[in-house]
Antibody, heavy 125, light 111 residues
Framework: QVQLQESGPGLVKPSGTLSLTCAVF?????????WIWVRQAPGMGLEWIGQ???????NYNPSLKSRVTISLNKSRNEFSLNLNSVTAADSAVYYC??????????????????WGRGTLVTVSS | QSVLTQPPSVSAAPGQRVTISCSGS????????VAWYQHFPGTAPKLLIY???KRPSGIPDRFSGSKSGTSATLGITGLQTGDEADYYC????????????FGGGTKVTVL
């Protein structure tokens, strides 16, 4: 059974960098999956942050692209999220997920079949 | 403002059927497959439907998905109190400003 577990500081100062790690259990980052970060601000819906493929290629939310980096650590079977220049608007529950993303010729199949439980990050001084 | 549009809430009595709509555009729902997620606050979201109408193993057939044009629908029959949760649609957006996109979420209330 595949499990994902987020970890990282629960409090980050404004203008600082939010850094989170997602540990993957029961699956290898070398699998042909995409590894995803999603967040949910208080009272809001889900927001896609970005993704990384096992070969290292990435896609980011255009609204966050200038501030976000997603990376792999295959030796630890983890992937990470770095979001810099944070403000209170970046306070949210952050989820990692495993994604399936493939071309069925009549459109892309894109869905997340395994999720972590999420970790709350608050941006405050 | 979410890229995909869902009603904020729907409600029905136990045993009844509810449907949740998800409206998008030609660059997302109109071009790609739709997934649906069930989310109980404080827990990990769960994949309910993928590729418009497919259920992962373990998801009961009370949950169904369909799509027409640039809109998708999640149906829940035989509504149970345990179905009271937030439901999100999601897909890929092909536009230059695209990527993964979600709806704003729909709260299902069992009366």
């Amino acid at each position: 059974q595949v499990q994902l577990q987020e970890s990282g500081p629960g409090l980050v100062k404004p203008s600082g960098t939010l850094s989170l790690t997602c540990a993957v259990f029961g699956a290898s980052l070398n699998n042909t999956n995409w590894w995803i970060w999603v967040r949910q601000a208080p009272g809001m819906g889900l927001e896609w942050i970005g993704q990384i493929y096992h070969r290292g290629s990435t896609n980011y939310n255009p609204s966050l692209k200038s501030r976000v980096t997603i990376s792999l650590n295959k030796s630890r079977n983890e992937f990470s999220l770095n979001l810099n220049s944070v403000t209170a608007a970046d306070s949210a529950v952050y989820y990692c997920a495993r994604g399936e993303y493939y071309d069925l010729l009549i459109g892309f199949s894109y869905h997340f079949d395994v999720w972590g439980r999420g970790t709350l990050v608050t941006v405050s001084s | 403002q979410s890229v995909l549009t869902q009603p904020p809430s729907v409600s029905a009595a136990p045993g009844q059927r509810v449907t949740i709509s998800c409206s998008g555009s030609s660059s997302n729902i109109g071009s790609n497959f739709v997934a649906w997620y069930q989310h109980f606050p404080g827990t990990a979201p769960k994949l309910l439907i993928y590729d418009d109408d497919k259920r992962p193993s373990g998801i009961p057939d009370r949950f169904s998905g369909s799509k027409s044009g640039t809109s998708a629908t999640l149906g829940i029959t035989g509504l149970q109190t345990g179905d009271e949760a937030d439901y999100y649609c999601g897909t890929w957006d092909n536009s230059l400003s695209g990527g993964g996109v979600f709806g704003g979420g729909t709260k299902v209330t069992v009366l």
